[in-house]
């Protein structure tokens, strides 16, 4: 069995011997990857220039796989999956060269600002409480497989737009990068149920708590619930949405504790529920309105 270098550099050679024709120019790039919860190496195919930004996939992951007795072979069709396809050419994502057409696949993602401190001051972002919104362009999206890249402060001066140009277009086309879902908590799991909780995420369930960042989302639930409510983060990609009832923040807060036993490190949220403030469209932790 390889260790980790040897197994990259096996990855790499067979990458570059399966290449396609339209692909024989490409450099095969082994590369370290920071992003929201987690940093790894990766392996991506770039045709455009080495300016340019390309997908990428998670070797630091596949090596794990390999561990557990996946054979190279499967390995790398995945990565061909994943990096390109015969009917997805690497050529077809030019749009990145145009911020007019990037601007269509930018969206927002919500993380926890403490666990991903030092990436933080390497990208553009908005601090909500204690979660941080980041931006993000999506590369490529079928059904699950879902491939983005993080715009960091190097990425937006190549750009030549304003940070908040940026956070304006992201929140503006994120609704049709991650389409929103807003379901009662019965439904999502196919029982009938009164209880009045619901379920925030997007149609892929990929960053899905990013959903709650839609003013659309938020006048939405302000309706439903009457006024203010609690948000009760279950990942990255799925949150809950509550009446505000104060005599629950503490079981609510336990119950976020336990989901979080379940849940990989890098997909956790927080550790505690949020309030919305409706009168003053603000998300609030709920350290800070019960200090």
């Known amino acids: 069995m390889y260790d980790f270098e040897e197994f990259v550099d096996r990855v790499k050679e067979e990458v570059e011997k399966s290449l396609p024709t339209y692909l024989k120019d490409a450099d095969v790039v082994i590369s370290d990857v ?8 990766s ?3 770039n045709k455009l220039g080495k ?18 007795g996946i054979p190279i072979e499967a390995i790398v069709s995945k990565i061909e999956e994943l990096v390109y396809s015969p009917s997805l050419p690497i050529g077809d994502i030019e749009f990145l060269k145009s911020y007019d057409q ?15 401190e030092l990436l933080l001051k390497e990208i553009p972002h908005r601090m909500i409480s204690d979660l941080a919104m980041s931006y993000h362009i999506c590369i490529r999206s079928s059904g699950t497989n879902f491939a983005s890249a993080t715009i960091d402060y190097t990425a937006l001066a190549n750009l030549g737009i304003s940070e908040e ?3 304006e277009d992201a929140l503006r086309n994120s609704v049709e990068v991650l389409i929103p879902v807003v379901k009662p908590a019965g439904d999502m799991i196919g029982i009938s149920s009164d209880l009045p909780m619901q379920v925030i995420t997007d149609t892929i ?9 839609y003013p659309e989302v938020r006048r939405e639930l302000t309706e439903f619930y009457g006024g203010d409510f609690l948000i009760i983060p279950s990942s990255i990609h799925e ?3 509550y009446p505000f009832q104060p005599e629950r923040i503490a079981e609510f807060n336990s119950m976020v504790r336990l989901v979080n036993e379940h849940v990989d490190q890098e997909d956790r949220l927080s550790d505690h529920v949020y309030v919305y403030d409706s009168r003053n469209d603000r998300i609030l932790s709920i350290n800070d309105v019960m200090s």
Request: proline share 3%.
């Open 34 to 41: 920071k992003k929201i919860g987690e940093t790894y190496s």
């Open 165 to 167: 140009q940026l956070h």
């Open 51 to 68: 300016n340019e930004p390309y997908p990428v996939a998670n070797l630091t992951r596949m090596f794990e796989d390999y561990q557990k």
């Open 102 to 116: 990037m601007k269509k696949r930018l969206f927002v993602r919500l993380c926890n600002a403490k666990e991903n």
């Open 205 to 213: 369930r990929i960053n899905g708590s990013s959903v709650i960042m």
């Open 239 to 241: 949150i809950l949405a």
């Open 43 to 45: 392996i991506g195919i």
